[in-house]
């Protein structure tokens, strides 16, 4: 039998042939995301109408995007020749059928996009009206807290600046637990900034259930150092999970006068999820991940434009290894200059 599978892709929807299984919604031009339909993960699944589709925790395998028929025998748990049948049976969709799907499904993600932003704005506006993270860093000296930030590798002067804290009080498994408060800010109308949210860092918190947000519905914001820079990364800049790391090796970068221009990047754990347009801007982009993040660091560089990105292995986390004296900040130049090609 002869397969013609070109024809049968051209002739097969792809978002049309998925969205019966899951909940999709747009974060780029010709990319939606949502729950797999199989592990059910929320943002593991990725459908782009360029590419293909991918799920990050159920295809662990170098081909990153795959197809239609892929798809049908990743679903039905059938070979390919089934699949291809599949498909072939369908006739497919008239050009005016879909039309009027793309412009049914536009329509609706505008509606979608319009209320997110209506939503987002209310919460941003409640948020910035409490100013909660005001409290919680004036609680530093007023219980006598700012040795839990100064271990963390943090001087007193970069503590001001980030405006971190210490919440006594924080719900956790129903409960109050004591957390460090980290808030995260975003220029606003040019002259100032406005919190997007404040995470907690819950203390003596079990390993991987140790991080929640003030606000539910926000999102996970990138962490910037540079707080007063522009809405988006300019220039060349350094990508670590999570806000510590960022703030800890932005502190340390800024003692050497080759990298104090660098912008430094926290990411919210190990996630690729609607970053890459606040990197259009960006110019070299290293990447140190965790030790246990090599494949996520790869595929964080696709995402990115591997040309540009260079990817820095450690044995252990960057700012722990700062803390601890075990990497020196004269050593931080060289480890740039000796990064890897994605």
């Known amino acids: 039998m002869t397969y013609d599978i070109a024809a049968?892709?051209?002739?097969?929807?792809?978002?049309?042939l998925i969205e019966p299984d899951t909940t999709l919604r747009r974060v780029a031009a010709r990319e939606y995301a949502g729950p797999c339909p199989k592990c059910a993960g929320v943002d593991r699944f990725r459908v782009n109408l360029?590419?293909?589709?991918?799920?990050?925790?159920?295809?662990?395998?170098?081909?990153?995007?795959?197809?239609?028929?892929d798809y049908i025998m990743w679903r039905d748990g059938c070979d390919f020749a089934t699949a291809y049948n599949r498909l072939g049976g369908d006739p497919g969709?008239?050009?005016?059928?879909r039309a009027r799907m793309i412009a049914k499904r536009d329509t609706q993600e505008r509606k979608r996009q319009d209320d997110e932003r209506r939503e987002r704005e209310q919460k941003l506006i409640a948020l910035n009206a409490g100013n909660p993270w005001e409290e919680?860093?004036?609680?530093?000296?007023?219980?006598?807290?700012?040795?839990?930030?100064?271990?963390?590798?943090?001087?007193?002067?970069w503590i001001d600046y980030y405006q971190v804290g210490y919440r006594p009080d924080t719900y956790?498994?129903?409960?109050?637990?004591?957390?460090?408060?980290?808030?995260?800010?975003?220029?606003?109308?040019?002259?100032?900034?406005?919190?997007?949210?404040?995470?907690?860092?819950?203390?003596?918190a079990p390993n991987g259930d140790k991080y929640r947000p003030h606000m539910a519905g926000l999102g996970k914001p990138l962490y910037r150092c540079d707080q007063f820079g522009p809405p988006v990364v300019v220039g060349d800049c350094l990508i670590v999970e999570g806000e510590i790391k960022a703030m800890v090796t932005y502190q340390h970068l800024n003692e050497i006068d080759c990298l104090a221009c660098m912008q430094v990047v926290g990411i919210a754990g190990k996630s690729m999820a609607d970053i890459a347009p606040q990197f259009e801007q960006a110019g070299r982009i290293w990447i140190c991940l965790d030790p246990d993040a090599t494949e996520e660091a790869e595929r964080l560089a696709e995402a990115l434009g591997a040309a540009r990105c260079r990817i820095i292995d450690l044995p252990a986390k960057i700012?722990?290894?700062?803390?601890?004296?075990?990497?020196?900040?004269?050593?931080?130049?060289a480890l740039f200059r000796g990064a890897r090609r994605a």
């Open 50 to 69: 360029d590419k293909g589709w991918f799920c990050r925790q159920c295809l662990n395998d170098a081909r990153l995007w795959h197809d239609e028929i």
């Open 93 to 97: 969709l008239t050009v005016e059928q």
């Open 136 to 157: 919680y860093h004036q609680n530093l000296d007023k219980m006598d807290k700012r040795q839990l930030w100064r271990e963390r590798g943090l001087i007193d002067e």
């Open 172 to 204: 956790y498994h129903g409960a109050e637990a004591p957390a460090l408060s980290i808030p995260i800010f975003e220029p606003y109308n040019y002259t100032s900034l406005r919190a997007v949210n404040v995470i907690y860092r819950i203390l003596d």
């Open 319 to 333: 700012d722990d290894m700062l803390v601890e004296c075990s990497l020196v900040t004269d050593d931080l130049a």
């Open 8 to 16: 049968i892709k051209a002739q097969t929807d792809l978002l049309a």
